[in-house]
């Protein structure tokens, strides 16, 4: 028998962002061309497309940071099954971000307070970030727009 009994796991953190040049409109994948590493991780990034590997367990957390068309338009940021392009949600482990104004802020950068998070243990599919719910327009995504990944050995 045994009583509270801990096993350590490898655990490492990676950094995917924005590089600020991109604009989106509704339905497009957010890219993240730039990663930042402890080393030795199974994250791989094309196109937008977050590849994990199967055998591990992640935690995914997007600071979402955008300047929007105006100052009254809503932001939603979705996970996504890049296979099959279908929106993910929290039975999924998935949580999407949702900024909807009343009425208007003065201000049409939005970021920080913006959080998008996926728990996802052992995963069959890739993974990708949607602007889902932009009012209208298109948005900026900037280069302070970054997920930070958690890939823990299970």
Avoid at 46 to 67: D, H, M, N, P, R
Avoid at 68 to 80: E, G, L, M
Avoid at 112 to 118: A, D, E, K, Q, R
Wanted: aromatic share 6%; charged share 15%; with cysteine.
């Amino acid at each position: 028998m045994t009583y509270l009994q801990r096993h350590s796991r490898t655990t490492r953190m990676i950094i995917i962002s924005a590089d600020g040049t991109q604009t989106v409109s509704n339905g497009d994948t957010i890219l993240f061309p730039n990663k930042q590493t402890t080393g030795g991780d199974s994250v791989s990034v094309s196109s937008g497309v977050i590849s994990l590997s199967s055998t591990k367990s992640y935690f995914l957390q997007c600071a979402v940071s955008v300047e929007r068309p105006s100052t009254s338009s809503d932001v939603i940021t979705t996970w996504y099954n890049s296979s099959t392009n279908t929106a993910l949600d929290k039975s999924d482990g998935a949580f999407k971000s949702q900024y909807n104004p009343s009425g208007t802020s003065s201000s049409t950068r939005r970021n920080g307070t913006l959080i998008s998070v996926m728990y996802v243990s052992n995963p069959a599919f890739d993974i990708k970030l949607v602007i889902s719910g932009l009012s209208g327009g298109t948005t900026t995504i900037k280069e302070t727009m970054n997920i930070l990944i958690t890939e823990v050995e299970t």
